[in-house]
DNA sequence: TTATTTTTATTGCATATGCAACAAAAAAAG
DNA sequence: CTTTTTTTGTTGCATATGCAATAAAAATAA
């Protein structure tokens, strides 16, 4: 069994490292940008949606969004169908600095997929898909405290 | 350009973050099954290698591989040939642990790669592999304070 | 040889991260 | 309707993370 994990862990933190440079010009301190553009993307989307999509802890993305919030990227404003949920907007600001990340993101890409064809960039991208969904079940089952057995 | 990247990054956390739990029972903080699977397998390897092994900063590294001599899983020997060089040894204890890292290693691979085929295993490798290496250059040129241009 | 650059490792400081415990609203069960 | 469970969000505390600055050894240049 090769081990894919290990591969995909060096190339997230790679990745990530560098994202985390490139944006401290922006003002974003670290993992902001994958806040940020979840909420860009899906203008209104509650918190613990943006978690799921990032596989990240619950407080810790409290604490993002709020200083994403304090800085002025995204505003949190009241859901009219309940009290509970708080949904999120990018503010101008934020809107601004969105198509910076975006490029930079492409850019990363274009990077990891140098010398790859059509073809091995969209099995790339198929397997990738695949191996996520594999994966978000036990994620989220072991963040509930549930036990894997191997 | 399909965003590949977003998809590493998303499996990536969702599996450290349940190595991490996993891994609490071995008495591992946060990140240091990465630093012992390494020495383990590659006795007597310096710091500076885990790091580019791993792509993590270099006091991030220095500072788990101390807590991971405090505790007992590996040790620090003295290179015949340089005063500098730190050559890094897991213990006994940490020779005992290295097992159960690699099976739940293992078990979450499996997971990754629930209904592939072995063709599509070896795909998924190959192509991993490739995205690693061509993402490495960049990783250690932005570390080293080169910007980059997009 | 001596001077300069690169490699390896560490520390200070600021900040992110995540588990555990909690709380309130909403949804489901009875 | 009342009780129980799930969903969503927050805080306290301990710890990890990483940039910047520093240092010493080693390698390279002059």
């Given amino acids: ?29 670290k993992g902001q940008y ?11 989307i509650i918190q613990e949606k943006v978690v799921e999509m990032i596989k990240v802890d619950r407080s810790t993305a409290t604490r993002a969004i709020q200083k994403l ?3 002025g990227f995204i505003e949190k404003k009241e859901d009219s169908h309940s009290k509970k949920n708080k949904k999120l907007f990018p503010t101008e600001k934020g809107k601004m600095v969105y198509p910076f990340i975006k490029r930079e993101n492409e850019y990363s890409d274009q ?21 996520r969904k594999n994966i978000e079940e036990d994620w989220e089952s072991v963040k509930k405290g549930h036990k894997r057995d191997y």
Avoid: H, W
């Fill in 69 to 71: 919030e304090i800085n």
């Fill in 111 to 131: 990077v990891a997929l140098t010398g790859f064809s059509e073809q091995e960039m969209a099995t790339a991208y198929e397997l990738l898909e695949r191996i």
């Fill in 34 to 44: 994958l806040y940020l553009v979840r909420i860009c993307e899906n203008p209104g």
């Fill in 1 to 29: 069994m090769k081990d894919i994990l290990r591969e995909i862990g060096m190339i997230a933190r790679a990745l990530d490292s560098i994202s985390n440079i490139e944006f401290k010009e922006l003002n974003l301190t």
